[in-house]
């Protein structure tokens, strides 16, 4: 074969592997939802750019998580909840679905709550009258739209989203300082800096998005041959993922860093952004948030119905219609309308809900991570196509990292 035709040959697996994104760019897009756009800002607020090593070490696990959900579903044609039931504990799925559901259920809260302030901002009308119209938009797309489009739409909400990447740029962050911290390990062992870390730890590495990305690589149908080239899309999303991130936290960091603001939700937060970035920066931060959240409520409600749908075996997904696959579509909806009533409800707040759904979130990883290493490696079910040496490293790493992170939050919400 002659040169000329290699590159032909390359450039064309190139573009296939390009029009085959989706679920990993979409995981990616949604990992940074509102409730991440202000925990990630907050982290540039409070530490500066001290924890961008940390975003850049948490890259490397994110992509292995994802990538062996991803691979079991794909060679198993199976989801989390399905082998966990078959091959260990029905109560331990149960378990762990309740524990997502509660934790996916107080951030659809948190998300649906961001959007309706960044239009409160906008128009001045209360954060009320937005709840109801975006849950409906939201539920009307995903009950009556065909999955092929819903997939258009939330790749297209994932490309907007790059609002942030310039965003970054128009704050004109010292880029010395900001590769100093991205490539030399710091550790402050201030109360700030570490509950800092745990947020964007904890906001990074989700358990929903192992959910969402598993159960789309088997709505696509794809068979075991191409196990191996998922990686492509998810490291992909996962880079998309946390260069949004990065982002974030740096225009937070030149913004924020030495304000004293006390940023307790997205009103909080937008508020203080937008005399410190002007208009034209604070109407690329908001485009995002709305994006963010459009994006990432799907996923969340989403992973949710289809986690729920598998453990008592349900027919479920997108390509289904409401008929054919009712149970499927309650929960969906069921965890969308939930989600705005603990909104409405007296007495818990925006920081209280995602305060509370990084705990469960935290309980529930190391986990999750452990089920799909055992799955992973085991040949009774994975066959040749068990997990890779990158997979494996990386994956316990994460797992040693986010059982840390449990011990830390537990500890603060017992002895705190």
């Known amino acids: 074969m002659s040169i000329k035709e290699r590159i032909r040959e390359d450039i064309a697996k190139n573009r296939k592997r390009i029009k085959e994104l989706g679920p990993g760019l979409i995981t990616g897009g949604a990992d940074d939802d509102p409730a ?14 001290s924890q961008l ?51 996916n259920i107080l951030t659809i809260g948190a998300d649906l709550n961001a959007i309706a302030a960044i239009l409160h901002i906008v128009s001045g009308y209360p954060t009320v009258y937005f709840l ?28 907007v989203l790059g609002v942030y990447i310039v965003s970054a740029v ?20 201030s109360s700030a800096w570490i509950v800092a870390a745990l947020g964007m730890l904890g906001t990074t590495i989700s358990p929903y998005l192992m959910f969402w990305q598993a159960s789309e690589e088997r709505e696509e149908k794809k068979s075991v041959v191409q196990a191996d080239e998922v990686s492509f899309d998810t490291v992909v999303g996962m880079l998309w993922s946390n260069l949004l991130a990065y982002c974030m936290i740096i225009t937070g960091a030149v913004m924020l860093h030495g304000a004293d603001s006390n ?21 690329l931060f908001s485009l995002g948030v709305i994006a963010a959240g459009l994006l990432a409520i799907p996923v969340l409600a989403g992973s949710t119905a289809y986690a729920v749908a598998d453990t008592f075996g349900w027919r479920n997904g997108m390509d289904y219609k409401v008929s054919d696959a009712k149970g499927f579509y309650v929960v969906f909806i069921g965890a969308l309308i939930v989600g705005d009533l603990v909104d409405m409800l007296p007495g818990i707040t925006v920081v209280d809900a995602l305060y509370y759904s990084q705990v469960l979130d935290g309980m529930l990883i190391p986990l999750l991570i452990g089920i799909a290493l055992m799955i992973t490696n085991n040949k009774a079910i994975m066959g040749d196509y068990t997990g890779t040496r990158f997979q494996n490293i990386f994956s316990v790493f994460a797992l040693i990292v986010t059982a840390a992170l449990t011990i830390v939050m537990v500890w603060q919400v017992l002895f705190h």
Do not use: C
């Open 36 to 49: 991440g756009i202000v925990t990630y800002t907050v982290v540039g607020a409070t530490t500066g750019f």
């Open 170 to 189: 128009m704050a004109k962050p010292p880029v010395l300082e900001v590769l100093k911290n991205t490539l030399i390990p710091h550790i402050d062992m």
């Open 132 to 159: 109801i119209p975006i849950t409906a938009l939201i539920g009307y797309l995903i009950t009556f739209g065909k999955y092929r489009f819903i997939k258009g739409v939330l790749i297209a909400l994932t490309a």
């Open 263 to 283: 940023i307790q939700d997205m009103t909080t937060l937008a508020e203080t952004l937008r005399p410190a970035a002007g208009e034209y920066a604070f109407a």
């Open 53 to 103: 090593w940390l975003l850049l070490l948490s890259t490397p696990m994110l992509i292995a998580v994802q990538n062996m959900v991803a691979r079991i579903a794909i060679v198993t044609g199976k989801s989390l909840p399905e082998i966990t039931t078959a091959y260990y504990s029905k109560k331990l799925t149960v378990f762990m679905i309740m524990i997502l559901a509660v934790a």
